[in-house]
């Protein structure tokens, strides 16, 4: 996978995170671009189709680097870094963007997004 398109994945993620906690289970059903924001891409990612795969792999980018946390279903941190049972245990393990998460989403914010 090419790191630009790892960019455009961990930012959608982390976009998503910017507004709620989500379950890896919600993050490999909405991680995908779609027509409601695709004009707000930068024309070269506008067509990209995003692979399950390349989402677990951008999850683990995130936990790895401290872009993410992992919680449980009642928000208690239970990982910082990243574990394999988290990706099975998809509906009760929640992620939820850090403060170097969020300063990191907003510094490659221009790289993906057309504002």
Known sequence: MNSEYNILVGSLILDMLE?????????????????????RLLIKYREYVISEEEIINAIKC???????????EKGNLILETYNKSVISSKNNIFCRITKKGSEYYKSIYNVVWNE
């Not at 906690?21 to 995908?32: A, F, P």
């Not at 790895?64 to 449980?72: F, T």
């Open 19 to 39: 507004i709620d906690d989500e379950s890896i289970n919600t993050i490999l059903k909405e991680t995908k671009i779609e027509a409601t924001f695709k004009n």
């Open 62 to 72: 995130l936990i790895k680097n401290g872009y993410i946390s992992i919680l449980d």
